[in-house]
């Protein structure tokens, strides 16, 4: 099989895929359930997509611009980017307990939908020794793929940002049938 | 991945006359030759340029600009990849256990 790229087009238009960024997915069958799962932070972004074949060109696409605003030396981009962390686990601590307080005025149904999901769902782990030893790291092992401090910091986010994006798709999507009759009455 | 030099535009369909003519092992049009020798005379002036120590700092500095100038030029890969289509936009390391639950 080839490379794979889970991509959402605006109104699910196929005449608007042209410049939309998608990333790169597995597609895996485990316990005949299809999981699909990104284990990249690499993007992508669309020139062209063929309706028919459902293939796509595509280009890397960064915009994140560190570059700018980012210190030049490894040590101080470490240290701004560690500091970063440990304000982001307290802003999930802070947000989860707001979450929880906020959550309990609502209906009974949106309450149990929001349990099944927060159980299903992974939390991303902010301890930096978790992940894949850094490449300024010595003595590392040489057969472990190098990652910057930086990649591990956009995945710390990008794994929180999918978290909550995940609980909030779940309980107040449009076409939830099952939620959209309890959040009109509630309102 | 996928290479993507036969991509129309990416630089293989442009390749001048002079080396067609040497890869087909043909003897080289005057077009061809001229067009080397002019190559030669361009390049000449930059050896000089590069010998000259009177100002270090000014040529190697050009030299970073067209160095640069090249990179810009050249276009960034194309890959083809097959594409999944979300009813939702999608995040990097995202997972989706739940597509018994309309996720996608």
Same mark, same amino acid.
């Given at each position: 099989?080839?490379?794979?790229?889970?991509?959402?087009?605006?109104?699910?238009?196929?005449?608007?895929?042209?410049?939309c960024?998608?990333i790169e997915?597995?597609?895996?069958?485990?316990?005949?359930?299809?999981?699909?799962?990104?284990?990249?932070?690499?993007?992508?972004?669309?020139?062209?997509?063929?309706e028919v074949?459902?293939?796509?060109?595509?280009?890397?696409f960064?915009?994140?611009?560190?570059?700018?605003?980012?210190?030049?030396?490894?040590?101080?981009?470490?240290d701004?980017?560690?500091?970063?962390?440990?304000?982001?686990?307290?802003?999930?601590?802070?947000?989860?307990?707001?979450?929880?307080?906020?959550?309990?005025?609502?209906?009974?149904?949106?309450l149990?939908?929001?349990d099944?999901?927060?159980?299903?769902?992974?939390?991303?782990?902010?301890?930096?020794?978790?992940?894949?030893p850094?490449?300024?790291?010595?003595?590392?092992?040489?057969?472990?793929?190098?990652?910057t401090?930086?990649?591990?910091?956009?995945?710390?986010?990008?794994?929180?940002?999918?978290?909550?994006?995940?609980?909030?798709?779940?309980?107040?999507?449009?076409?939830?049938?099952?939620?959209?009759?309890?959040?009109?009455?509630?309102? | 991945?996928?290479?993507t030099?036969?991509?129309?535009?990416?630089?293989?369909?442009?390749?001048?006359m002079?080396?067609?003519? #040497? =890869? /087909?092992?043909?003897?080289?049009? @005057? %077009?061809? $030759?001229?067009?080397v020798?002019?190559?030669?005379? !361009?390049?000449?002036?930059?050896?000089?340029?590069?010998?000259?120590?009177?100002?270090p700092?000014?040529? #190697? =500095? /050009?030299?970073?600009?067209?160095g @640069? %100038?090249? $990179?810009?030029?050249?276009?960034?890969?194309?890959? !083809?990849?097959?594409?999944?289509?979300?009813?939702?936009?999608?995040?990097?390391?995202a997972?989706?256990?739940?597509?018994?639950?309309k996720?996608?």
């Amino acid at each position: 099989m080839t490379r794979i790229i889970g991509v959402h087009f605006p109104n699910n238009s196929n005449q608007q895929a042209q410049d939309c960024v998608g990333i790169e997915i597995e597609i895996a069958k485990k316990n005949n359930i299809t999981v699909v799962e990104s284990n990249s932070h690499k993007r992508y972004k669309v020139k062209s997509y063929d309706e028919v074949t459902n293939f796509c060109m595509a280009e890397d696409f960064d915009d994140t611009g560190s570059a700018s605003f980012m210190p030049t030396d490894a040590d101080k981009t470490k240290d701004l980017l560690m500091s970063e962390l440990f304000e982001l686990k307290n802003l999930w601590f802070v947000f989860n307990k707001k979450m929880n307080s906020i959550l309990t005025i609502l209906p009974a149904e949106v309450l149990n939908r929001y349990d099944m999901v927060a159980k299903t769902l992974q939390t991303p782990v902010f301890d930096v020794t978790r992940y894949t030893p850094s490449s300024t790291t010595p003595g590392i092992d040489p057969l472990v793929p190098e990652v910057t401090f930086q990649e591990t910091f956009d995945e710390i986010v990008y794994k929180m940002a999918q978290y909550y994006f995940s609980v909030f798709q779940a309980i107040f999507a449009k076409d939830n049938d099952s939620v959209r009759p309890s959040i009109a009455d509630f309102l | 991945m996928f290479p993507t030099g036969l991509q129309a535009g990416s630089g293989l369909f442009h390749l001048p006359m002079a080396t067609f003519a #040497k =890869k /087909a092992g043909g003897p080289p049009t @005057k %077009k061809a $030759e001229s067009a080397v020798k002019t190559e030669s005379k !361009k390049v000449k002036p930059a050896k000089k340029e590069q010998t000259d120590d009177s100002e270090p700092v000014a040529p #190697k =500095k /050009a030299a970073a600009k067209k160095g @640069k %100038k090249e $990179e810009e030029k050249l276009p960034p890969p194309v890959y !083809k990849l097959y594409t999944l289509k979300f009813n939702s936009p999608i995040l990097p390391f995202a997972k989706f256990p739940l597509t018994q639950n309309k996720y996608i």
